[in-house]
């Protein structure tokens, strides 16, 4: 792990398509398969069902506890739009060939919502109707 002037701590394992370290790790008997949740859990125990662990930073390999927060995915989409990230208008037609696609490989809505770049929610939709 590196520290950069940003602050965060880089991990240095390997990563998943999204930037995210990957580590397969246990704490109290949980297994976690995500080093930024892994290094919550150590620093903070447990996190809750139903919660992410959002960073601040913006830096999907970092694991300073520091950058993170628990949040719901309605929390991680407002901390996105409030930094400008988010996405403005609607789905066009070849990010939804690209959102059926994915589907189809077995991806989960979520997963999904961030390689498009729109929220779980507006995937869900568009797996809702019917092409």
Not at 9 to 27: F, M
Not at 43 to 57: E, K, M, W, Y
Not at 99 to 108: A, H, K, N, T
Request: charged share 25%.
């Amino acid at each position: 792990m590196i520290e950069v002037e940003s602050g965060c701590i880089e991990w240095q394992g390997c990563r998943d398509h999204l930037g995210y370290g990957k580590c397969g790790r246990r704490v109290d008997g949980v297994m976690y398969y995500l080093a930024h949740r892994w290094a919550w859990a150590v620093a903070n125990g447990p996190i809750p069902a139903g919660l992410l662990v959002c960073h601040r930073c913006d830096n999907p390999s970092c694991l300073n506890v520091e950058h993170m927060f628990l949040g719901t995915d309605a929390d991680n989409m407002a901390d996105r739009d409030a930094k400008g990230r988010g996405h403005s208008g609607s789905i066009t037609p070849e990010v939804r060939r690209r959102i059926y696609e994915l589907r189809s490989l077995g991806w989960s809505q979520t997963r999904i919502a961030d390689d498009v770049g729109f929220s779980q929610r507006s995937v869900s939709r568009t797996l809702a109707v019917v092409a």
